[in-house]
């Protein structure tokens, strides 16, 4: 009887210890991602901005992989005003003077401008555009896109382009002029290579 129970004692820490060898070890939080090491950031060359020294940016402007906003960035100072750009949502007014802007007029494709400056469809349908003056003095944070992840089925790939962040859009800028999106339809070349060999 006592060698039975001295049996089962063993059996059953041999599988205890088996056991405890299956186990996965204890999963170690990964390291907090650096959204800027894959994103050089070269200094804006514009006649009216002075790039600032490095300081702190404001919280959510610099984002990690897939989430939008900016993979880098720097601060400036606005020495002369000059013209900015942004294509806003019309449903709802408060896009008009949001923080995401352009140093360019937004020109060609929707898409290709969507891919440039990393704007999903669910954000914005685009169909509104704003040219304002960006008062002198003003203080911006400009750098390329990060990549945003819009769907499970889609993400818009870090970005070259610059964008420009402005925290109160309303107060540092002026004399704006509104305009609305229109139709505007041109044949698709591989459409026209399609109907040609139909024929």
């Not at 007014?93 to 060609?108: A, D, I, N, Q």
């Not at 954000?123 to 819009?150: E, F, H, N, W």
Request: net charge positive; aromatic share 10%; glycine share 6%.
């Amino acid at each position: 009887m006592i060698k039975l129970i001295k049996a089962h004692c063993v059996i059953t820490a041999f599988l205890a210890a088996l056991a405890g060898c299956s186990q996965t070890a204890p999963s170690v939080p990964p390291a907090q991602v650096n959204a800027t090491s894959s994103c050089p950031l070269t200094v804006v060359e514009h006649p009216d901005l002075e790039a600032l020294p490095a300081q702190s940016l404001p919280e959510d402007v610099v984002a990690a992989s897939g989430q939008g906003g900016l993979c880098n960035a720097r601060s400036y100072k606005v020495t002369r005003d000059f013209t900015i750009w942004r294509a806003w949502n019309s449903t709802y007014e408060g896009s008009k003077f949001g923080k995401w802007w352009s140093l360019e007029k937004p020109t060609g494709l929707v898409a290709q401008y969507r891919t440039q400056l990393n704007i999903c469809p669910k954000y914005s349908p685009l169909d509104m555009l704003v040219r304002c003056t960006l008062k002198a003095g003003s203080q911006v944070v400009i750098g390329p896109g990060q990549s945003a992840q819009c769907s499970d089925y889609f993400t818009y790939p870090q970005s070259d382009t610059n964008q420009l962040y402005l925290a109160n859009a309303k107060q540092v800028t002026m004399n704006c002029t509104t305009f609305y999106g229109e139709f505007s339809w041109r044949e698709a070349p591989s459409q026209a290579s399609t109907t040609d060999k139909q024929k």
